[in-house]
């Protein structure tokens, strides 16, 4: 079985925007800046005969290049945050291309899930921290939610394995997807 998810890369640009953002947050635990992404779908873990044909219908995918904008900054779990992350504008030509991602996904026989697309760039994950310092990191993401980013390039999208380590992730590129 390998672990898998479909997500846009990140240009240079937007890597470093990002970083600031990471470095100005009282982040209990960063995502390294060389593997933030956006996720269009994730696939959980798959038999390897199904993630070739997962494989086949993004290949068989014609999509258009298009723009990202990022705005804001916003928190998962509330009081007991876990994860912050860039906001992505859920625009046309995204939501597009994230159907037609798990369409493919669906098609090859995989269930991706009944969860709502909420377009994000993870910054953070983390154990909760405590009261203090969740409301110390809740007030930063206020305090930045003037953040924006983009026009920000889509020309590939990438299929990934992500593998656990001890006390990390490794994501790994299987196949990359030219949008033209
Ligand atoms: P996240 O950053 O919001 O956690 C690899 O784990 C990628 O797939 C991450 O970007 C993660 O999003 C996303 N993902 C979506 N659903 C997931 C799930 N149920 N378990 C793990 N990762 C998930």
Redesign the pocket.
């Known amino acids: 079985m390998i672990r898998a998810?479909v997500?846009a890369d990140l240009d240079d640009a937007t890597r470093s925007a990002l970083a600031v953002q990471q470095f100005l947050l009282p982040l209990p635990r960063r995502e390294p800046v060389e593997t933030l992404?956006l996720?269009l779908t994730?696939l959980?873990e798959v038999p390897e005969r199904q993630l070739e044909q997962v494989h086949e219908a993004l290949s068989d995918l014609r999509l258009p290049a298009f723009s990202l904008s990022l705005s804001g900054l916003d928190m998962?779990g509330g009081d007991r945050p876990r994860?912050v992350?860039a906001r992505v504008v859920p625009d046309a030509p995204l939501l597009r291309l994230q159907r037609k991602v798990e369409g493919a996904a669906r098609r090859a026989g995989v269930q991706t899930?009944a969860?709502r697309f909420v377009p994000?760039i993870?910054l953070g994950?983390f154990r909760p921290p405590g009261p203090e310092a969740a409301m110390r990191l809740e007030r930063a993401v206020v305090d930045q939610g003037g953040f924006r980013a983009g026009p920000v390039p889509v020309r590939e999208i990438i299929l990934?394995e992500?593998t656990r380590l001890r006390d990390a992730?490794r994501?790994s590129a299987l196949a990359r997807y030219p949008l033209v």
Do not use: I, Q
């Open positions: 998810f997500a992404h996720t994730f959980g998962f994860l992350f899930g969860r994000h993870t994950r990934f992500s992730v994501y």
